[in-house]
């Protein structure tokens, strides 16, 4: 899956170009590590952080690190090279939804019993789910984010609507004023929402208490077809109803074209959306930044926020590092409030810490705040790659359902059949 860093990162899995790992030297039988490699991705932590961690780290350890920022292009063939190799990196980060498949494959170390000192207490609940498999945890939670609605302050305003909504019946409220008070523009749409954004779905099925699939006895079933899962679906399609006097296509997700530019024309009046969406969207319309602002994806519960599909990254220790301990001692120090607090200070959500202060200082950052400690993750199984890389069965629905091509029960039933054969 996709993980995201303040308003700038692309899709996360994780990437890596194979080269040489960590030093160490053998003397009377013992080993002294000299030196460790540690791979993070383009963009996941600024500059400042790691180059201050760097050096705490080197003082206090006298070990080098050897830090090396990764492309994105390219990153699971990489990954698996390395991680199949003798000489692996000793630090990696992972996309959270790449956890379990590596992880399964056996190339991750096992970090339960180690838990503690990475501030165990203080992990990000989604993170730490994506982390988990077979009861095991085979990572350290790094940063998240997720999605919350992106508003245009002056439109709502001049609609009439004062405040942000905090339950589903006042978002749609607000939605039809909106579209009300721009009645005249043929090009407006209240809230941009595409036929198949399945992430925003999610959190409607989860607020509703149902979810993709079930596991027992090792097997995995779809559950689409649930009461819960279904009236997930028919939220969905009250708010597409109601988003715009022009629909937006059924058959397309935010992708393609991308909705930050959408966003971007000023025809926009809301969008569910990333932070680094909202930067893009600035980048195009400078006017925009005075003008915009977030709050969570309401809950049909009022006063409530609903669960958030939770993007971000892991760390991990490859399996064949010869440097254990010491990564150890690097993901144990990454983990501390300090530089946790310099993760949010950056824009992201801290992966082992619960302090969100220096994240809620604008806007978009209390909204992530907000919202993030309700995140959840999908499957966590090397099988649910094949539903997501393939013909996405959740994305199918959508659109049949919307379309009319199919009755909700035909539509969400074929969605579930669909996902038990891809993680059969």
Same mark, same amino acid.
């Given at each position: 899956?996709?993980?995201?860093?303040?308003?700038?990162?692309?899709?996360?899995?994780?990437?890596?170009?194979?080269?040489?790992?960590?030093?160490?030297?053998?003397?009377?039988?013992?080993?002294?590590?000299?030196?460790?490699?540690?791979?993070?991705?383009?963009?996941?932590?600024?500059?400042?952080?790691?180059?201050? &961690?760097?050096?705490?780290?080197?003082?206090?350890? *006298?070990?080098?690190? @050897?830090?090396?920022?990764? /492309? #994105? +292009? $390219?990153?699971?063939?990489?990954?698996?090279?390395?991680?199949?190799?003798?000489?692996?990196?000793?630090?990696?980060?992972?996309?959270?939804?790449?956890?379990?498949?590596?992880?399964?494959?056996?190339?991750?170390?096992?970090?339960?019993?180690?838990?503690?000192?990475?501030?165990?207490?203080?992990?990000?609940?989604?993170?730490?789910?994506?982390?988990?498999?077979?009861?095991?945890?085979?990572?350290?939670?790094?940063?998240?984010?997720?999605?919350?609605?992106?508003?245009?302050?002056?439109?709502?305003?001049?609609?009439?609507?004062?405040?942000?909504?905090?339950?589903?019946?006042?978002?749609?409220?607000?939605?039809?004023?909106?579209?009300?008070?721009?009645?005249?523009?043929?090009?407006?749409?209240?809230?941009?929402?595409?036929?198949?954004?399945?992430?925003? &779905?999610?959190?409607?099925?989860?607020?509703?208490? *149902?979810?993709?699939? @079930?596991?027992?006895?090792? /097997? #995995? +079933? $779809?559950?689409?077809?649930?009461?819960?899962?279904?009236?997930?679906?028919?939220?969905?399609?009250?708010?597409?109803?109601?988003?715009?006097?022009?629909?937006?296509?059924?058959?397309?997700?935010?992708?393609?074209?991308?909705?930050?530019?959408?966003?971007?024309?000023?025809?926009?009046?809301?969008?569910?959306?990333?932070?680094?969406?909202?930067?893009?969207?600035?980048?195009?319309?400078?006017?925009?930044?005075?003008?915009?602002?977030?709050?969570?994806?309401?809950?049909?519960?009022?006063?409530?926020?609903?669960?958030?599909?939770?993007?971000?990254?892991?760390?991990?220790?490859?399996?064949?590092?010869?440097?254990?301990?010491?990564?150890?001692?690097?993901?144990?120090?990454?983990?501390?409030?300090?530089?946790?607090?310099?993760?949010?200070?950056?824009?992201?959500?801290?992966?082992?810490?619960?302090?969100?202060?220096?994240?809620?200082?604008?806007?978009?950052?209390?909204?992530?705040?907000?919202?993030?400690?309700?995140?959840?993750?999908?499957?966590?199984?090397?099988?649910?790659?094949?539903?997501?890389?393939?013909?996405?069965?959740?994305?199918?629905?959508?659109?049949?359902?919307?379309?009319?091509?199919?009755?909700?029960?035909?539509?969400?039933?074929?969605?579930?059949?669909?996902?038990?054969?891809?993680?059969?």
């Amino acid at each position: 899956m996709k993980g995201w860093r303040g308003l700038a990162v692309g899709a996360a899995a994780l990437a890596v170009a194979v080269s040489g790992c960590g030093t160490s030297t053998s003397s009377g039988g013992s080993t002294e590590t000299k030196e460790i490699t540690v791979w993070l991705m383009d963009g996941s932590a600024a500059p400042t952080l790691t180059d201050a &961690l760097n050096k705490e780290f080197e003082s206090a350890n *006298g070990i080098k690190v @050897k830090y090396e920022v990764q /492309k #994105w +292009t $390219g990153i699971q063939e990489k990954l698996t090279t390395a991680l199949a190799s003798s000489t692996p990196p000793d630090v990696i980060e992972l996309g959270n939804t790449q956890t379990a498949s590596f992880a399964d494959q056996g190339t991750l170390a096992d970090l339960t019993a180690d838990a503690s000192q990475f501030n165990g207490g203080e992990w990000l609940g989604g993170l730490k789910d994506s982390l988990t498999l077979n009861g095991k945890q085979y990572g350290v939670p790094f940063y998240a984010a997720n999605r919350t609605v992106i508003y245009r302050t002056d439109l709502l305003q001049a609609a009439g609507v004062t405040a942000p909504p905090t339950s589903r019946a006042e978002w749609i409220d607000a939605i039809n004023k909106l579209k009300a008070a721009n009645a005249s523009n043929p090009d407006f749409q209240a809230l941009y929402l595409p036929g198949q954004s399945w992430y925003f &779905l999610l959190s409607l099925i989860w607020d509703e208490g *149902g979810d993709i699939a @079930k596991q027992d006895g090792g /097997k #995995w +079933t $779809g559950t689409l077809d649930t009461p819960q899962a279904k009236a997930g679906f028919e939220a969905y399609k009250a708010i597409y109803d109601a988003s715009a006097a022009k629909k937006v296509p059924a058959d397309i997700d935010e992708a393609k074209p991308q909705q930050m530019e959408v966003f971007g024309t000023g025809n926009v009046g809301m969008m569910v959306g990333l932070p680094w969406e909202l930067g893009g969207a600035v980048k195009a319309n400078a006017g925009l930044a005075e003008k915009t602002s977030a709050f969570p994806i309401p809950s049909k519960k009022a006063g409530s926020s609903a669960p958030v599909f939770l993007g971000g990254s892991n760390l991990a220790i490859p399996a064949s590092s010869k440097n254990t301990d010491a990564a150890k001692k690097y993901l144990a120090l990454l983990s501390s409030k300090k530089y946790q607090d310099l993760l949010a200070e950056g824009g992201a959500v801290p992966g082992t810490s619960k302090d969100t202060a220096k994240l809620a200082t604008n806007a978009v950052g209390k909204a992530l705040a907000a919202s993030s400690p309700n995140g959840k993750v999908t499957p966590v199984t090397p099988k649910w790659a094949a539903v997501e890389a393939g013909q996405n069965p959740l994305k199918d629905a959508l659109t049949a359902y919307l379309t009319g091509a199919k009755t909700l029960d035909q539509a969400t039933k074929d969605a579930s059949e669909a996902i038990t054969k891809a993680m059969a």
